[in-house]
């Protein structure tokens, strides 16, 4: 009873002091955000409301002041041709647009999948105890490390049908009858893009895993060993559980930068409508063809289909950024 | 049922070896405790008998047949960690199921059965929904109990399981696993502590490990009334034995004499020895005097009661006897 007496005016004050510091701590908060938010709305926030406003003027390269609003002309218009003959015109029934689109998801759906297999393989094997791990560590990410235009420069030459090192190596092991223009032929070119990609960013991908395994406690695989799990089983039912939210982020990450991939393409593959993305075809009509407000539509588009894309798969995926329900 | 034989067993990290040569027998249905400072290859020992760390050189047989090479979810054993070692994405029941799930030969009902009768055992059925971070510390560890008992197993490993676990929770916990072995008398059972009263009160018998070797094996009595090393005694027994050395032991013809607390008297005048209290603690039910009289650790006397001795208090105290251990330059006793 004594101590029941004793303990009630402490628990009070224990429990003011807690709601004054968590106030304390979301004052603080905002203060440190507030920065990062002003960045954002600068060179985010404006340039997006910028582009969203373009895409409903006439607006082209030398006259962006003058602007005029023509509302959703960009995206859909109806055309009554001389003749009396009906014409659709704009952005929703552009075939090259479309076909842009479709080459942005395939490209995404493939080498985000190939990305997180491998990179999960990676970070398993970079997980095990091995002599010289830290150096291997360091080593796998080089291909992450490498500037995009520099690897893809460099993989367009290995890539090179006359003088490129992998039809010189196809040949000379028999396994080409003739030499491949890899990355001009149009059946080759969307392959030879991912496997660049896959090659450049799995490091990156099993990084982020390999953080994810770490935070596994080693202790529960002993309890599976002496509870007779197959190391299969344990990898499927143990490890991919607790690595799922680290697997989940990651992924989307990848998904983000692979929905608006534009500089591998636009060296490796230059001009091939069977790479074309949407961002390439973007900065194409903004400014090689001269048709800014058109170029601004599909901007705008591409924004629209990654939010909804992303808001869907946190949706589905019960994504959370908390670190997951450990 | 099992019965557990460790022949000269040794185990060595890279150059180091950590398990010296073990011999050892276990009994079947016996709760054995090994015991030892901190470091001295508990952990080690348990491990190597549970199959989850390899045998450098030496025999493991269970039942009479060698174990060495056998995966640890062939040894019919079933561990619980110092860490509980739970799945953390497993509710409860999973996390006690998980093991049969895998096993061919079990149907549903069978498995929610032995849940259910663990759990009932360990009291923690209103939790089997859970996830194990809602639930306290002290349930996660029958948790990881209630785990290793639906396994159903012939050998039960515990490493430190109380560690974690405050001292009332942990009192209450050391009389659930006594009563557990109690219910689960064919099952043998081996238990890491390096807590002198754990082993003392659950023990059939105690093996006492000093780096890497087995320096004692022995019931808890036997242990505390007739210590085969200067080591033992000092370990076992709480508090600690008193040992004198010097001129004070020559006089019983030993290099060094034990005495434990409790069987030294003090008395009005010609003690056998007279020193300063220099502290006291009062328990209640007993209390310990602390006497300065030129050993290296200060003499505790402890007596039935509180007592009232002050420091600076000088007085004369008598062992008894019979309760004296002597022992020789090698820390071995005099018989
Ligand atoms: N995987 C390992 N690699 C190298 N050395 C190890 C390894 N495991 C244990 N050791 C060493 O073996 C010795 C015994 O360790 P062990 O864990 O068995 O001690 P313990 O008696 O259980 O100690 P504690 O009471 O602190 O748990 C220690 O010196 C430790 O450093
Ligand atoms: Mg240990």
Partial sequence: MATDVMATPVAATGGKIKSELMQQRVRAARWFLLPMLIALAVVAGWPLLRSIYFSFTDASLNNIDGAEWIGFGNYFRVQQLASGAVRYRGLLVDADWWNAVWNTLRFAATSVFFEAVLGMVVALVLNAEFKGRGIVRAAILIPWAIPTIVSAKMWSWMLNDQFGILNDLGMRLGLLSQKVAWTATAETAMQAVLVVDIWKTTPFMALLILAGLQMVPKDIYEAAEIDGVHPIKQFFRITLPLVRPALMVAIIFRLLDALRIFDLIYVLTPNSSATKTMSVLARENLFDFDKFAYGSAMSTLLFLIIAILTIVYIWLGKVRFDGGDR | ?335
């Fill in chain 2, 1 to 335: 049922m099992a019965s557990i034989e460790l022949r000269n067993i040794r185990k060595a990290f890279g150059a180091v070896e950590v398990i010296k040569g073990v011999d050892l027998e276990v009994r079947k249905g016996e709760f054995m405790v090994f015991v030892g400072p901190s470091g001295c290859g508990k952990s080690t020992l348990l491990r190597l008998i549970s199959g989850l760390e390899d045998i450098t050189s030496g025999e493991m047989l269970f039942d009479g047949k060698v174990v060495n090479a056998l995966a640890p979810s062939k040894r019919g054993i079933a561990m619980v960690f110092q860490s509980y070692a739970l799945y953390p994405h497993m509710t409860v029941y999973e996390n006690m199921a998980f093991g049969l799930t895998l096993e061919k030969g079990h149907s549903k009902d069978e498995i929610q059965q032995r849940v259910e009768r663990a759990a009932d055992m360990l009291q923690i059925r209103q939790y089997l929904d859970r996830l194990p971070k809602q639930l306290s510390g002290g349930q996660r560890q029958r948790v990881a109990i209630g785990r290793a008992i639906t396994r159903d197993p012939k050998v039960f490993l515990f490493d430190e399981p109380l560690s974690n676990l405050d001292a009332a929770l942990r009192v209450a916990t050391r009389i659930e696993i006594a009563k557990l072995h109690e219910s689960m008398d064919h099952v043998t059972m081996i238990y890491v502590t390096h807590d002198q009263v754990e082993a003392m009160t659950l023990a059939d018998r105690i093996c006492v490990l000093r780096d890497g070797l087995v320096e004692q094996v022995g019931t808890p009595m036997e242990l505390y009334e007739h210590p085969n090393s200067v080591f033992v005694a000092g370990f076992i027994g709480s508090p600690k034995m008193n040992f004198i050395s010097g001129e004070k032991a020559a006089a019983f013809n030993a290099e060094t004499v034990g005495i434990r607390g409790e069987h030294i008297t003090i008395v009005p005048d010609n003690g056998t020895w007279s020193g300063t209290v220099i502290h006291t603690e009062n328990l209640g039910a007993d209390s310990y005097v602390y006497l300065e009289m030129g050993t290296e650790e200060p003499v505790v006397v402890r007596l039935d009661g509180a007592n009232d001795y002050k420091s600076g208090d000088v007085v004369h105290i008598a062992p008894m006897e019979d309760k004296i251990h002597r022992f020789d330059g090698a820390g071995k006793p005099i018989r």
